[in-house]
Structures are given as structure tokens and as C-alpha cells.
């Protein structure tokens, strides 16, 4: 009996995560599998067998936000919402900011795409991007560091 692949579920808790589902389940002839709540710890159960078996997931690590003064002067951008991390307007333009870019405040430096809706981060402030911290089109969680900006 071949069981549900690790990366299926994962998209299977990425789609709950951005349409705001709390459970799912599948099922095929041998076996079933369910995901449910905040946890999202999937249960492949055998249905011949009825045996459980809990799917542990690797999850990637989420940089914490370090002090100002442990990255120089340098300020964190912090996502404020769950979603995929979008450095572009689309797939066929350029980057919103790249490492080395001035910005402005007011100025659009990614998008998060959220239940298909659209969230335009701003810099809050002047400065110089240091560190882009997320791959483009990446899952971004709440408190989590996009990038650096060099206060002017």
C-alpha cells in the first residue's frame, strides 16, 4: 500500500491555511487521511488495519526577530499576516526592491497573497534594503522577518 507522500499533504495544509479551512480529509480504498485544527498534524489511518499512524512534518525554520543592535542598525520588516510572500507584481516584472535598493516611505516593497487578496506592504521609512529574507512566492507566517532595511 503506497501512502499519501509528505509534500501532498503539506500543499493539502498550505490550501487549509489560505482559505481558512480547520479540517480536510481524503480518502482512497486502503487508507484515509485527516487534517485537522491549528496543529495541523495529518493521521493516515489503514482502513484493512485500522491503524493509525501520525505524519510528522519538517517544518522550515522561521527566522526570530533579532534586536536592532544585533543587526547593526538595521530594522526588520515583519510580515503582520499569513500568506505567500511575493517580491514582484507578477510573474513577467521586476522585483518590487532588490538588496542595495533606497526606498522610500510609502513605497510598496512586497505583496502577501492572502485568500487571493492582495496585501501592498509599504516601508514604513527611508533606507536601503540590506537582506531580502524569503524566496519569492514562499509561505510567510504571522511575525515573520521579510526583510532588513537600513534606517536613513
Request: glycine content about 6%.
Amino acid at each position: 500500500m503506497k501512502e499519501f507522500e509528505t509534500d501532498y499533504i503539506k500543499k493539502l495544509i498550505d490550501i487549509m491555511q489560505n482559505n481558512e479551512l480547520t479540517e480536510i480529509t481524503l480518502e482512497d480504498k486502503n487508507q484515509s487521511i485527516v487534517i485537522k485544527g491549528n496543529g495541523f498534524k495529518p493521521v493516515i489511518k489503514n482502513k484493512e488495519t485500522q491503524e493509525e499512524k501520525v505524519v510528522e512534518l519538517e517544518k522550515e525554520p522561521v527566522e526570530e526577530i533579532q534586536p536592532a543592535e544585533e543587526k547593526k542598525n538595521l530594522v526588520p520588516v515583519v510580515s503582520n499576516m499569513i500568506g505567500l510572500f511575493y517580491s514582484k507584481p507578477s510573474p513577467n516584472e521586476d522585483a518590487f526592491v532588490k538588496v542595495g535598493d533606497k526606498v522610500k516611505e510609502g513605497q510598496v516593497i512586497c505583496i502577501i497573497e492572502t485568500i487571493k487578496l492582495i496585501n501592498k506592504i509599504t516601508a514604513e521609512f527611508s533606507g536601503k534594503v540590506a537582506e531580502i529574507c524569503i524566496e519569492d512566492g514562499k509561505p510567510v507566517e504571522y511575525g515573520q522577518v521579510m526583510m532588513y532595511i537600513e534606517k536613513d
